[in-house]
Structure formats: structure tokens, C-alpha cells
């Protein structure tokens, strides 16, 4: 369980959160919100690379405050926005195999634990490529076997759609649903409201560091989106049009019609 309490915290004297409190326990949660509403700052507190000035976070019973980035990033997997930036190794294999390779985990283990994360991203045979010979969909993938390879509970994903091609999404999509089947709790900061109608399960609207709407995803949807500058996905115009209820696919809507 992810929990945060009253968090507050501020840039220079400047507050960006202002009392935020949430729980989270598994599914896909959306983090949605305009620019500089404080998103990536609220998430940079879940596995502890910001502290809270006020108020607590606490995941799987460790306050983050008296806990390491290292030792929380074994729950909470922070995958970054423009991952690519972080990359510095020859080879996909160690590049991925950083990460368990400091937590200290024995070569067995990283071994196992990297052909495993190559796997879920679907990026098994690569292990000799140079992460910077990768397209954009199989960078973001590997950001992601980078932080999955220390076996986090939690994955948050920032922005992850940014800059991808249509089909490198869909690529990733597969990989976020193959994620959840295999009980990972995933939370995702986007701006991507097809990527929220996909996937979420609930929804949270930060405005000017305030939580302004928690709850679920059809809920979300009914809100008026455009107030908030948000853009309705295509499907959901298409369904309302067509005068039926609340849809998540295409199948849905072909189920419905007919
Ligand atoms: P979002 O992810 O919703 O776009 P951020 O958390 O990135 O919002 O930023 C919230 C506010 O905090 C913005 O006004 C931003 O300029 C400011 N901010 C973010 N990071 C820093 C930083 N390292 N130093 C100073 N101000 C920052």
C-alpha cells in the first residue's frame, strides 16, 4: 500500500503540493493535470527522491523520510519523463542489469531477474544491442526492464507516451496491461487521455497542487473536460454520438451498437 498523508512541498519558498493525501493498493491509477499542477512532483515522493515538508508518505509500512532512494525503489519503480537521458551503458543487458547489480542482488538473481524484465517489455534478443541503437518505443521499453529488474511492487510511469508513434504505444500499452496481470500496481502521469481511457482504473486531477477529483474512471470522464483542458478521446465523442453509455474499446462500442 502507497500511502500519502497531507504531503506538502515547495520549490525556493514556492508551494507546489498543498496537502495532497491519497491511498493507492494496485490496479492503474491516472495522474492527470495541467502543466506545473505538480504531478512529477508529487510522484518523485513515492519512492522517496523528494521529502515531504509536511506530512508523511508511506509505502508498505516504510515512512520515506528515514528510508533510502535504493532501499524504497525495491517497492516503488520510478521509470523517468525522456528515460533515453539516463542511459549509459554499451548493452541492453547492462544496462538493465545496473539496477540489481547495485541493490547488491547475487549473479543469479540479476541474471534471472534481467531476462525476465526483457521478457515483459518484450525486448528478449536485444541483450547485445547499444540502448542508443533503439527506436523510441523500445527506449521507453527498456526504461521500464531498467527499473523492473529490481522487482519494484509499484511501477509509476512519467509521461511515458511522449514522443511515441502510434504503434510504439500500442506497444506499451501491452506491456502496462501484462504488467498488471502479474499484480504490479501502476500509476501514470499523462496527458494522454486515450492512454487514461485504456488503462486507468481511477483517476486523480491535480490543479495547482491540490487533489480536485479522485475516483473512477467513467466518473472522470463525465467531468467537463474541457474546463479542465483536457481533450475527450475520439471513442468516447464517437459513443456519445452514438447516444450510448460510458465505453473503454472499440469492442465495446461495436457491442453496443449492435
Ligand atoms: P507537472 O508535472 O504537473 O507539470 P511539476 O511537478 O513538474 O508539475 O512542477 C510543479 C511546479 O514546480 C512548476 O511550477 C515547476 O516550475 C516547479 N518546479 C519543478 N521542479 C522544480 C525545481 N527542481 N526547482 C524549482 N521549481 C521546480
Known sequence: MIEVQDVWFGYEGRDVLKGVSFKFDGGVMAIVGPNGSGKTTLVKHLNGLLKPRKGKVIVDGLDTREHTVAELSRIVGYVFQNPETMFFEESVYREVAFGPKN???????????VQWALEMVGLSGYEDRSPFSLSGGEKQRLAIACILAMRPKYLVLDE???GLDGRAVRGLVKVIKGLVEEGHGVILVTHDMELVLELADRVML?????VTFDG??????????ESLGLEKPELLKIAEEAGIGFVRTVDD???LIT
Open 103 to 113: 541493490l547488491g542482488l547475487d549473479d543469479d538473481e540479476v541474471e534471472r531477474n
Open 160 to 162: 511515458p507516451t511522449t
Open 253 to 255: 462500442v461495436a457491442r
Open 206 to 210: 491535480l490543479r495547482e497542487g491540490r
Open 216 to 225: 473512477p474512471v467513467d466518473e472522470f470522464f463525465s467531468l467537463d473536460l
